[in-house]
């Protein structure tokens, strides 16, 4: 069964700070991944997406995430995180044929903090 | 400017009655979605629509209703609302085929009370 697992509901960093968010999910075939950011009140705006190829991408405002296939991880970073930063991540896994077309399964997403 | 549009915003309903959350979106995407957010369990497909005229099934799909007479509207309706379905709902869309079939645009989303 599809599944995506967020293991912090919570973090806190202090701006500046380094920042990794954990994503593991199972899947029963090649996955596409993403990582989608939502801001209070607001809809989901996608940060990254992982299709094929490298498996280190890049996304919107520094964010970077890297797909290991062997750890069925695909973990959010970012060097040095902003106040602006603070929202809610959210994990997800597609399919990428037939009937899973375009039907993503989302983690239960982690909530940022960041302390100035 | 091209995304989707929901509405209501937000809205307090009685159980038992009947509520229809409207979504329209400007994109020419043939694929839409209706997804449930709560707390704890991040988002939850409710029903799809691969293209006009067909439908689908999510993992959550009891209790709700969809219809795609056209490739701008996705209306998700609560036939009787229970406290249940109260959540925050989004609309999405895509592309149908190929990579951008992945690649979800989300609305702002209706706040939904049943009472």
């Known amino acids: 069964a599809q599944s995506v697992t967020q293991p912090d509901i919570h973090i806190t960093v202090s701006e500046g700070a380094s920042l990794e968010l954990r994503c593991n999910y199972s899947?029963?075939?090649?996955?596409?991944l993403f990582w989608y950011v939502q801001s209070p009140g607001q809809g989901l705006q996608l940060l990254l997406k992982?299709?094929?190829?490298?498996?280190l991408v890049q996304g919107i405002k520094g964010f970077e995430a890297e797909f290991k296939r062997s750890q069925s991880s695909f973990n959010l970073r970012k060097p040095s995180v902003h106040w602006s930063d603070a929202a809610e991540y959210f994990c997800?896994?597609?399919?990428?044929?037939?009937?899973?077309?375009?039907?993503?399964?989302f983690g239960r997403g982690t909530q940022l903090t960041v302390w100035p | 400017i091209a995304g989707i549009t929901q509405a209501p915003t937000s809205q307090i309903l009685a159980a038992g009655r009947r509520m229809t959350l409207r979504c329209t979106q400007d994109?020419?995407?043939?694929?839409m979605y209706w997804y449930r957010q709560d707390l704890g369990l991040g988002l939850r497909l409710i029903h799809y629509?691969?293209?006009?005229?067909?439908?689908g099934k999510g993992e959550v799909p009891d209790g709700y209703s969809v219809s795609r007479a056209n490739t701008d509207d996705f209306p998700l309706t609560l036939a009787s609302a229970v406290p249940s379905q109260t959540s925050v709902y989004f609309c999405?869309?895509?592309?149908?085929?190929?990579?951008?079939?992945?690649?979800?645009?989300f609305g702002a989303g209706s706040r939904l009370t049943v009472l």
């Open positions: 997800a896994v597609g399919g990428h044929r037939g009937s899973t077309l375009g039907r993503l399964y």
């Open positions: 629509s691969n293209t006009a005229g067909t439908t």
């Open positions: 992982y299709f094929s190829g490298d498996t």
């Open positions: 899947y029963g075939a090649t996955p596409y």
């Open positions: 999405a869309s895509s592309e149908q085929q190929g990579v951008g079939a992945n690649v979800l645009t």
């Open positions: 994109m020419r995407h043939n694929a």
